[in-house]
Nanobody, 128 residues
């Protein structure tokens, strides 16, 4: 199994940027695809971004496309999500998740059910 811990959340002014980190342990992180999701109070958890084990395949939700970067450092067992030009609607708890990289993930990278391990989440609050 893989254990994931997010960090880097906080209070940020609108228009600013923030980098979230996800530290992995328990398995070789490079074997997994990684996804980022977010959940605002009273709303369903939604897809933000995902990338495969090599970092070559990258996918983004329309809501963050052009403002978001997903990356990973397999040597350090870390994954990152950077959001620029932050908006109030970006306020949410952000989660990283790991999935087995393969055809199933390629078909369903934006679906929560594809991911086997989840972090505890980190709060991002964007002030207007």
């Amino acid at each position: 199994q893989v254990q994931l811990v997010e960090s880097g959340g906080g209070l940020v002014q609108a228009g600013g940027s923030l980098r979230l980190s996800c530290a992995a342990s328990g398995r070789t992180f490079s074997s997994y695809a990684v996804g980022w999701f977010r959940q605002a109070p009273g709303k369903e958890r939604e897809f933000v971004a995902a990338t495969g084990w090599s970092g070559d395949r990258r996918y983004f939700a329309n809501s963050v496309k052009g403002r978001c970067t997903i990356s990973r450092d397999n040597i350090k067992n870390l994954a990152y999500l950077r959001l620029n030009s932050l908006k109030s609607e970006d306020t949410a708890v952000y989660y990283c998740a790991a999935a087995r990289d393969g055809s199933s993930w390629l078909r369903g990278y934006s679906d929560r059910s594809e991911y086997d391990a989840w972090g505890q989440g980190t709060q991002v609050t964007v002030s207007s």
